[in-house]
């Protein structure tokens, strides 16, 4: 694995997205042992990658549920906006992490 100029090991951000894609927990939690040992990885929130401004959408993710996200990673996300309930609450039309997979 490539270090960076801090010498902290830097992994390619597509395989961090596809090793935690389907994401339990657990994955979760070393997901954020890693980043924080290596750094921010993508736009977005520091955890999942999740932001409103476009320009991919969650509108066709086969883990939206009306305007939640059932993904795991995306509701241990302390920076992503949760209902009374603790579920993430998502901007279909506008907003998406970096584990989307559509339908």
Request: charged share 30%; glycine share 10%; hydrophobic share 30%.
């Amino acid at each position: 694995m490539p270090l960076d100029a801090a010498g902290k090991y830097r992994m390619n951000p597509n395989f961090v997205r596809a090793k935690y894609k389907d994401g339990e927990s657990s994955k979760a939690k070393e997901l954020e042992k890693f980043i924080a040992s290596t750094g921010k990885l993508w736009t977005g929130t520091k955890l999942s990658g999740y932001g409103d401004q476009g320009p991919y959408h969650c509108g066709e993710c086969k883990y939206l549920a009306g305007e939640l996200c059932k993904h795991e990673i995306v509701k241990a996300d302390p920076q992503v906006k949760k209902n009374a309930e603790g579920m993430p609450i998502v901007n279909a039309a506008h907003g998406c992490c970096e584990f989307v997979d559509p339908r």
